[in-house]
């Protein structure tokens, strides 16, 4: 069943190949070998055609999968509450928490790493395995802010085609859905994506903390998307911004090992 649902996908997803940005840029043809496949355990049984083909649009107008996937280095600033410097090729993550002085070096894939606590390494076991669980879910959030909408297809992720709708701003969009099985922090959660009908970007997202909840806790625009490295990233969530967002090509490896 799921192979016959991923050739009605792709058949559908090769017939709409048109796409253009909001960058200036003009619309081009869908390279066939630049196809978003999904991640290992994405619903794609559960999840709407429809849906999927908007999420590969999506995709496409971001800069497209290989660019995503080559894109190794990002930073970023979370509100001006932290930063982040990405290794998402290697797995790792660099923390700094500006407010407490505090430094995570974390291997994403180990789940191992070290904390340093105002310059000084922490070395109590249970400490140190307490500040690398905080440092995985500030992650896990502060990631998804900043590159949700290539995420769409991710591990356990169900994707629902819900309507047609304009944003706060006025933009015509196509509504998706996204729960979520058994991943993440908090996987009752569940978040609406508005996906511009003209430049196939998204434009506002909306976070339900329970997929049976009725009403949003937020409803958020995404503004000023840039083209960084080979791919787009916005920054712009309303009144705020996440500041600092970079796409680095290379980046001292004493930055993931040491203080």
């Given at each position: ?198 430049t196939n970007l998204v434009k506002q997202w909306a976070y339900y903390a329970h997929f049976t909840d009725l009403e949003p806790r937020f409803l958020s625009p995404w503004g000023n998307y840039q083209q960084l490295g ?8 309303g009144t705020r911004e996440l500041t600092e967002v970079e796409v680095l090509e290379s980046v001292p490896e004493e930055r993931?090992?040491?203080?």
């Amino acid at each position: 069943m799921k192979n016959v649902i991923f050739l009605l996908v792709l058949g559908l997803t090769l017939s709409q190949c048109k796409f253009s940005g909001d960058t200036g840029g003009s619309s081009s043809s869908f390279d066939e070998e630049d196809l978003n496949a999904p991640a290992e355990g994405f619903d794609l049984e559960s999840s709407d055609p429809l849906a999927i083909v908007i999420a590969d649009r999506v995709m496409h107008a971001m800069g497209g999968r290989r660019a995503w996937d080559q894109t190794r280095y990002l930073s970023w600033n979370f509100f001006g509450s932290r930063k982040l410097l990405w290794d998402k090729t290697a797995g790792r993550v660099r923390i700094e928490n500006s407010r407490d002085d505090q430094v995570v070096l974390l291997d994403l894939k180990e789940m191992t790493g070290r904390v340093f606590r105002s310059g000084t390494e922490e070395v109590n076991t249970d400490s140190v395995s307490y500040y690398l669980e905080q440092g995985w879910r500030t992650w896990i959030n502060d990631s998804y802010w900043l590159v949700m909408p290539y995420k769409l297809k991710d591990t356990g992720v169900t994707l629902t085609y819900l309507k047609e709708d304009t944003t706060q701003m006025g933009e015509w969009s196509d509504v998706l859905k996204l729960t979520f099985d058994n991943v993440g922090v908090s996987p009752e959660n569940a978040y609406w994506v508005w996906v511009s009908k003209e430049t196939n970007l998204v434009k506002q997202w909306a976070y339900y903390a329970h997929f049976t909840d009725l009403e949003p806790r937020f409803l958020s625009p995404w503004g000023n998307y840039q083209q960084l490295g080979n791919i787009l990233l916005s920054n712009e969530r309303g009144t705020r911004e996440l500041t600092e967002v970079e796409v680095l090509e290379s980046v001292p490896e004493e930055r993931f090992a040491s203080f």
